[in-house]
């Protein structure tokens, strides 16, 4: 069956290609692309997603796939609500805006005019929150918070006052960090400024007035009613989400919503229905030291096939979210999964992206694995310089190169060229570079498929070597450690689940 959805999936995209070498595709011709890859995607008797893309006003494609409670066999429906985790960013800044353009904030403000008690709030700006410049320490990060503080009740200076006596990651305006933390304290000036709970003034501001009906706080019994169930998935099964209090993400990732309600959005906020042209226009301009992170106010700065575009992604327990907008083509494009663990072809942001290119009448070609030979792969080992902090290496395992960025992990790639590579389930690709001699000299790296690509050289630096004991050198160590391995399976498990909630990955233009 897997095979014939691929081939299903390769139909489509010969005839949507086809369709649109003079024209965008029409409704009909952009559901013949996307019926298939939502059906690869997502199984139908598991976790799934909603999905919508529109250009301008007209629907192009708007579905579900997959079980919005599996042990009940009930099925996701494409108005159902989901959680939308750090996609709530762009509301709360947008929020936050709108009090500016009312004169009650200014970006320029210091923290310390509306929360008069925060350390070191007369050196922090508004601007410098919005866009993740504060240096204000990131309180999933505070020691013990999986373990039990994120699933307790918190109110807004509660939770405020868990973090605000740690030392900030870097002097303000100085650096870059993605921060809920700073997040946390948009929503508590929303409160100082305009007298009410962060998100019942969301709901007045911006969901009312846009029709949206069924987007609103992750921590209000009346909106979770509708709200489908979350899962997560551990080597192939199926597991309960990390238990949370819905009060914790707060402005920084405590919105639910459907696929129908942030289209609204995305017409109104880009379409001029909720801020003044010069206010919208620097919450979407990064700058300073937020430009190299490509990020402006709760949205990043991307391109999709070359055109530029706007995005969030999100992810918390038992969800993840993608919201696009293409400016040019007025495309948006949102996807919403009850799984927060998809794997990385199927995530919300690559079918989000696969769906836009597609809809831009410029889909992502299919990858074609080619076979090249281990004596080739193996020119191509050792170490590249990415730029001044990172390097890229590149080493045989088996009989496949693999890609390791410092600090990263290791990835297994995907040949489609005696000299280029993809990452599996990713647009990324590079292709290594020779000299006029046939001795390789460095590799170019496409983040995403996009642009030009950036030029790694090679170094002279040595492949680390990968030690190998004797197989009686582990045999000496047998023995019963449940409550080592207990230990460990927890200490590397929560780590990993607070990253999968605060997605701080962020591709802004690059995973490397």
Known sequence: MRHIGVALALTGLLTLQAATAAAPPTPEEFSRYAEPLLAEAYRADLPGGAVLVMRGDEVLYRAARGQADVAAGVPLEPDDRFRIASVTKQFSAAGLLTLVDAGKVSLDDPLSKHLPTYPGGTRITIEQLLNHTSGVKEYTEIPGTFEGAIRRHVTTEQLVDY???EAP?????????????GYVLVGAVIEAASGQPWHRYLEQALFEPLGMNDTGYGADPAVVARQVKGYTTNRGFLTAPLPLSMTQPHAAGALVSTVDDLARWNRGLHGGKVL????????????????????????????????????????????????????GAELSVAVLLNNEMASPAHDARAVARRLAAAALGDPYPPVTPVHVDVAVLKQYEGVYRVDQNSTRELRVVGENLTAQRTGGMRSELIAITADTFVYPGDFTRLQVLRNATGDVTGMRFWSDGEGEGVVAPLTDLAVPIDIRLPGDAFGRLVGRYWALALLIGAVIAMPYAAKRWQRRRRRPASTL
């Open 163 to 165: 973090f605000k006596n």
């Open 169 to 181: 990651d870097f002097a303000p305006g100085e650096g870059w960090k993605y921060s809920n933390s």
């Open 276 to 327: 003044a042209p010069a206010t919208y226009a620097r919450m979407i301009t990064p700058v300073g030291e937020a430009k190299a992170n490509a990020y402006g106010y709760g949205i990043w700065t991307t391109s999709v096939r070359g055109a530029p575009a706007l995005q969030h992604d999100g992810g918390i327990a038992g969800f993840s979210a993608y919201l696009l907008y293409v400016p």
